[in-house]
């Protein structure tokens, strides 16, 4: 997407280093980062950035995933799951490995923030 999108997408990566090794389900990633470049960044004429940010914090791992696209009308908590299958077989992933929900939340001044976690111990409790 960084070639395609040249100059029009910056991605950032906060990342504890700590956490690098981690194993974690594929494909949990992937369908957000996807939804933020193809939803948020690609209809801005400006572009915009996305930032991933991972972290440790009272035994769970916190992904975040920040857009400074085009943002959406409405709740994108109850609606974007709705509208096609890669958020909504994530969110589905999530809660029936690790009982946890997908947080969407608007970003400000633009786009969103996706916010998941998991537990350290990569176990359901």
Known sequence: ESARFKQRLQVKYA???SLLNMLMPPMILQPIIENAVKHGIAPSVE???ILIN???TEGFVVFTVKDTGVGFDGDPQKELFNKGLGLKTTKQRLEKLYGEPIHIIPNQPSGLIFRFRIPQNGRHE
Do not use: K
């Open 15 to 17: 990342i504890d280093e």
């Open 47 to 49: 572009g915009g950035s």
């Open 54 to 56: 991972v972290e440790a």
